[in-house]
């Protein structure tokens, strides 16, 4: 009975995998970054706007019918904020590794991402965590490249980001399965 369980288990993950295709893909996004603090109430100002490029690349991405599952990295580079009273808060240069979904609905998409990550301050020698995760809209205009609506969430140091954005993907397009 064991043996007949394995094998029957063995059957239905090779026939899931044979449906499965390798789709990696890079997106370019630029963002607005509205910064909160959380941590200081007497804080003059709360928050801080700057302004973000970011850049991911998914090599661990698999297709499944319209669901995506993917794996990969994400560069950030973030601007120091506008000043505002002859203070400004820095920007920094972020590395992050992410793990995704999608789901899709003909020519659009619905993503979510979460990852975690490092992150350097500009002319300063100082390192700091963080944890982010987005939301993502695609709209498909040919089957390797989508117009992506992205919206992050990043919280570090007592701070919490939202970076509202628009970007290109480029996938690379499914084999044929003949």
Same mark, same amino acid.
């Given at each position: 009975?064991?043996?007949?369980?394995?094998?029957?288990?063995?059957l239905l993950?090779?026939?899931?995998?044979?449906?499965?295709?390798?789709?990696?893909?890079?997106?370019?996004?630029? +963002?607005?970054?509205?910064?909160?603090?959380?941590?200081?109430?007497?804080?003059?100002?709360?928050?801080?706007?700057?302004?973000?490029?970011?850049?991911?690349?998914?090599?661990?991405?698999?297709?499944?019918s319209?669901?995506?599952?993917?794996?990969?990295?994400?560069?950030?580079?973030?601007?120091?904020?506008?000043?505002?009273?002859?203070?400004?808060?820095?920007?920094?240069?972020?590395?992050?590794?992410?793990?995704?979904?999608?789901?899709?609905?003909?020519h659009?998409?619905?993503?979510?991402?979460?990852?975690?990550?490092?992150?350097?301050?500009?002319?300063?020698?100082?390192?700091?965590?963080?944890?982010?995760? +987005?939301?993502?809209?695609?709209?498909?205009?040919?089957? %390797?490249?989508?117009?992506?609506?992205?919206?992050?969430?990043?919280?570090?140091?007592?701070?919490?980001?939202?970076?509202?954005?628009?970007?290109? %993907?480029?996938?690379?397009?499914?084999?044929?399965?003949?």
């Amino acid at each position: 009975m064991k043996r007949l369980f394995l094998l029957l288990n063995l059957l239905l993950i090779t026939a899931s995998l044979s449906a499965a295709s390798w789709t990696p893909d890079v997106k370019a996004y630029a +963002s607005a970054v509205f910064s909160i603090n959380t941590a200081d109430d007497n804080d003059r100002l709360p928050s801080r706007t700057a302004f973000a490029l970011n850049i991911e690349a998914s090599p661990l991405a698999v297709s499944f019918s319209s669901h995506r599952l993917s794996s990969g990295l994400r560069l950030s580079i973030t601007s120091d904020s506008l000043e505002y009273m002859n203070t400004t808060l820095l920007g920094s240069d972020r590395l992050s590794v992410f793990i995704g979904y999608e789901k899709a609905f003909g020519h659009l998409a619905i993503g979510v991402d979460a990852g975690i990550g490092l992150a350097l301050v500009n002319r300063q020698d100082i390192m700091y965590a963080f944890l982010d995760s +987005s939301l993502t809209l695609a709209w498909q205009l040919a089957s %390797c490249f989508s117009v992506n609506f992205r919206t992050g969430f990043v919280y570090y140091r007592q701070r919490f980001e939202i970076q509202p954005g628009i970007g290109a %993907c480029l996938i690379l397009p499914p084999g044929d399965r003949k």
